[in-house]
């Protein structure tokens, strides 16, 4: 069964930046889509981007285009979450998802 670590998150002022990670384990990361997902207070989960097992496609939610960009590196089962020009409705717990499962999530706070 595939594990799920995320890493990266904290606290920023807005127009700041921050990279998020995915640490997976197991040997069938590289095999499948992967994607990241955020759910705020109060809110529902949402997904934000996807990606290919490849990492030929992807996929933003159209909040996040433009400022996002997501990526993997399969050799190290890992995938990342570039985000810049944060805004404060940004702010949520950013989770990753691989085939159904889920990691304990990542805090993000955006300050305005």
Do not use: H
Request: net charge positive; with cysteine; glycine share 12%.
């Amino acid at each position: 069964q595939t594990q799920l670590v995320e890493s990266g998150g904290g606290l920023v002022q807005a127009g700041g930046s921050l990279r998020l990670s995915c640490a997976a384990s197991g040997r069938t990361f590289s095999t499948y889509a992967a994607g990241w997902f955020r759910q705020a207070p109060g809110k529902e989960r949402e997904i934000v981007s996807a990606i290919s097992w490849s990492g030929d496609n992807t996929f933003y939610a159209d909040s996040v285009k433009g400022r996002f960009t997501i990526s993997r590196d399969n050799a190290k089962n890992t995938m990342y979450l570039q985000m810049n020009s944060l805004k404060p409705e940004d702010t949520a717990i950013y989770y990753c998802n691989v085939l159904g499962a889920w990691g304990q999530g990542t805090q993000v706070t955006v300050s305005s």
